[in-house]
C-alpha cells in the first residue's frame, strides 16, 4: 500500500512538473509547483523525513510560493512569447534530452544493484530531535527497517524531476518561470539526498536538504527582487530582450 503511494505522489510530482515547463502561464505555473512541492513532501513522509516534510510544505508551498505569486501579479505578466527561430533548436534539444533521460532511466532499472546493501533495522533518523541533534551536535548512525520502494527508484524519480528542471533552465524564456524550474531541479537534488539518508541508516543527507531549503528561501528573495529591478527599466522578463550589461 505504501509503495502504492508512492508511485502514485511520483506520478503527479512528474507530471505538475512538466506542466510547470509546457504552461506559458506564470500563475498556473506557480500552482502547479505548488501541487508538485505537496507532492513531494508526501514522499518525505513516505520516506519518514518528517521534519523535512513539514519545511517542505512551509518554506517551498509557502513562503516561496508567496513569493513567487506576489511578484507575477505585481508585475501583470501575460503569457510568454517564444522567438521564432528559436523554435526548432527548441524542439531538437528536448527531444534530445527526453531521449537521453530515458536511456538512463532505462540503464537505471536494467542495472546491477548488488553494490548497494541496505541494512535492517528501525529507522528512527526522520524526526525534529535526530535531525536537531546531528545538526547542531554530531552525525546520528542509527539501524532502520527497509524502505517501502527500491533506492533505484526515487533516484529515477529525481532524475525525472531534475531533467524536466533542466529543460525549463534552456527552453523558456520568462525569468520567472527559468527561476521555477531551478526550484525543480534543487527539490530533485533534495530528494535524492532524502531517498540516500534512508537507505544507508544515515540523517547527513536530511542536514544537507535543511541547508539547501534555507538557502533556497533567500536565493529566491534576492532573485525575484533582481527581476523586479528589471522589469521596471525594461519592461520586460523575457531573457532574450534584457541586456542591461551588454558592454
Known amino acids: 500500500m505504501l509503495s502504492f503511494l508512492f508511485y502514485f505522489a511520483a506520478v503527479i510530482a512528474v507530471g505538475t512538473a512538466i506542466f510547470v515547463v509546457l504552461s506559458k502561464n506564470a500563475v498556473y505555473s506557480a500552482l502547479l509547483l505548488v ?4 507532492s513531494l513532501a508526501f514522499i518525505y513522509l513516505l520516506l519518514e523525513a518528517y521534519f523535512l516534510a513539514v519545511l517542505e510544505i512551509f518554506i517551498y508551498a509557502g513562503a516561496i510560493m508567496v513569493l513567487f505569486l506576489f511578484v507575477i501579479m505585481l508585475l501583470n505578466l501575460g503569457r510568454e512569447k517564444a522567438l ?3 523554435m526548432y533548436l527548441q524542439r531538437g534539444l528536448s527531444m534530445l534530452l527526453i531521449i537521453v533521460f530515458f536511456v538512463g532511466v532505462s540503464l537505471l532499472f536494467l542495472g546491477e544493484s548488488d553494490v548497494l546493501h541496505q541494512p535492517a533495522g528501525e529507522f528512527s533518523a526522520g524526526g525534529v530531535y535526530s535531525l536537531g541533534e546531528a545538526l547542531f551536535t554530531k552525525y546520528l548512525g542509527q539501524e532502520k ?29 520568462n525569468a520567472i518561470t527559468i527561476f521555477m524550474s531551478i526550484e525543480l531541479m534543487l527539490n530533485a537534488v533534495n530528494l535524492a539526498l532524502v531517498g540516500f ?32 529591478a528589471v522589469y ?8 532574450d530582450e534584457i541586456n542591461l550589461m551588454k558592454n
Open 232 to 239: 521596471r527599466n525594461r519592461q520586460t522578463v523575457n531573457i
Open 197 to 228: 539518508s534512508r537507505y544507508y541508516n544515515s540523517v547527513d543527507g536530511q542536514v544537507f536538504v535543511f541547508l539547501v531549503m534555507a538557502l533556497a528561501a533567500a536565493e529566491v528573495a534576492v532573485g525575484l527582487a533582481i527581476i523586479i
Open 84 to 86: 521564432e527561430h528559436f
Open 145 to 173: 527497517d527497509l524502505m517501502i520502494v527500491p533506492l533505484e527508484h526515487v533516484i529515477a524519480l529525481s532524475l525525472a524531476i531534475f531533467s524536466t528542471g533542466v529543460v525549463g533552465v534552456l527552453f523558456r524564456r
Open 35 to 38: 501541487a508538485c512541492f505537496f
